[in-house]
């Protein structure tokens, strides 16, 4: 039913979000990059990669005029870039410089959300590139947002498990509390509506931290006001839903049933998007791929409407279902024959190496204690071990090694005048920012929407 037409490997870390239009796919990742691609034949565009974020980019979208893609970072800022030259066009500053965790364009491009993890978003005008508004909406970060169809009303989901529905100018039309245990992690809009009577329908899917994928049915009647209710419960994921998306008739997140699971990605998959004018999506990872895939024949008509499509890593390895930091000697050794490296095995058992001393290990240990003297299977075993130490950034990490700005693992820590430890290179950027408020301030911020 689908096919992989291609597979990108172009980025350097995980991919955090997707965006595809009729011409163009848009990649961002935690190595502080944004990468532009043709739909025609998925050749990387002459400006990609898109380099001016500070740290790792949270999100991406595109305007349906075809004229912007927009991105966010934890430096607080959402950029507007040009998809013709790829030149930066604004830098749009979070009124508190807060990290910002997700942006989206208004259906007609006008408008456009950034939120952050303060609990706050703001409505920036893409013409002017003006703030036109910015309010707190929860007391948690904001990790989700997206305009309805008729981009009247925008919704927001947050770190605290709850789904506000807003008019543009910021008027709360509708509250749902406890949408989704411990935290919504995603949300989209159907991009068709429905006239039932004196009602307007809308369809909004939410994913969240409870394995959970929710549909929801939003009616605005004239006289009743707006209800939302819910519609549908889908329980196939097995660890939290990072992303969800209708495709562009609506169709491909429709039925409560189970069609299809794909599982070509090596770890967890945490973006996706459909194309808006044929059945083709693309899938992100934390394996820094970005798969392409068709559906069926690519034509709406040839394929069954009622499909759901639900995307998964290599996660029904034994060793996965736990943190690396609690891994069995077994489980290290099933981890190493999983990654090519069964040759050894025989040298971790014998050293008792388990999932706390494997992410301790490096060079030197590898070369005198193991007796690797192979610069490329060091490198190797390395560059793995890498990748399990930013698979805890958001598990087991010990909450004093991550800085309280970035959120990132500390390099070359700091101690501040407040008693806290910040990363040198964010601390030093804040000091220099013009017009900043205080660290203390800053961390006292942080440490409320948290």
Known sequence: MAALLCSLQDHRDDVNCLALSDRFLASCSGDKTVRVYSC??????????LRAHAYGVHCCCLSSCGRYLASCSTDARTILWSTGTGAAVAALEHPARAPVRVCAFSPDARSLLSGACDGTVAVWDVTSKTLQRCAKVSEGSVLACSFSPCGQ????????????????????????????????????????????????????????????????????????????????????????????????DGQLLNQGELLHTLTQH???????????????????????????????????????????????????????????????????????????????????????????????????????????????????????????????????????????????????PVIAADGFSYEREAMESWINTPNRSSLKTAIQRWRSSH
């Not at 039309?173 to 949408?179: F, G, K, N, S, V």
């Not at 994928?213 to 707006?226: D, F, K, V």
């Not at 050293?351 to 070369?367: F, P, Q, R, V």
Request: proline share 2%; hydrophobic share 40%.
């Open 266 to 412: 090596d770890r967890y998959v945490t973006a996706c998007a459909f194309s808006p004018c044929m059945l083709m999506f693309a899938s992100g990872s934390m394996d820094k791929t970005v798969n392409i895939w068709r559906i069926g024949d690519g034509n709406a008509e040839a394929c069954n409407s009622s499909c759901l499509f639900v995307w998964t890593g290599r996660k029904s390895l034994g060793y996965s279902r736990t943190l690396v930091s609690e891994w069995s000697e077994e489980d290290v050794s099933e981890w190493l024959c999983d990654e090519g490296l069964e040759a050894l095995v025989d040298a971790f058992r014998a050293h008792n190496i388990d999932g706390a001393e494997l992410i301790s290990l490096n060079t030197e240990t590898l070369t005198t204690e193991f007796n690797i003297e192979s610069v490329g299977l060091r490198g190797r075993v390395l560059r793995k071990i890498k990748d399990l130490r930013s698979s805890l950034m958001d598990s087991d990490v010990p909450d004093e090694f991550l800085c309280p700005i970035t959120r990132e693992l500390m390099k070359d």
């Open 40 to 49: 025609e034949d998925f050749r990387e565009l002459r400006f990609s990669p």
């Open 153 to 248: 009303m925008f919704i927001t989901g947050s770190s605290q498990g709850e789904l506000h529905l807003w008019t543009l100018r910021m008027k709360t039309l509708h509250t749902q509390r406890e949408a989704h245990d411990l935290g919504v992690n995603c949300c989209h809009f159907c991009p068709q509506m429905s006239i039932d009577g004196q009602a307007v329908k809308f369809r909004l899917a939410s994913g969240g931290q409870d394995n959970r994928l929710r549909i929801w049915i939003i009616s605005q009647h004239a006289t009743a006001g707006t209800r939302m209710s819910l519609l549908y419960t889908l329980s196939a994921q097995s660890a939290p839903v990072l992303c969800c998306a209708f495709s562009f």
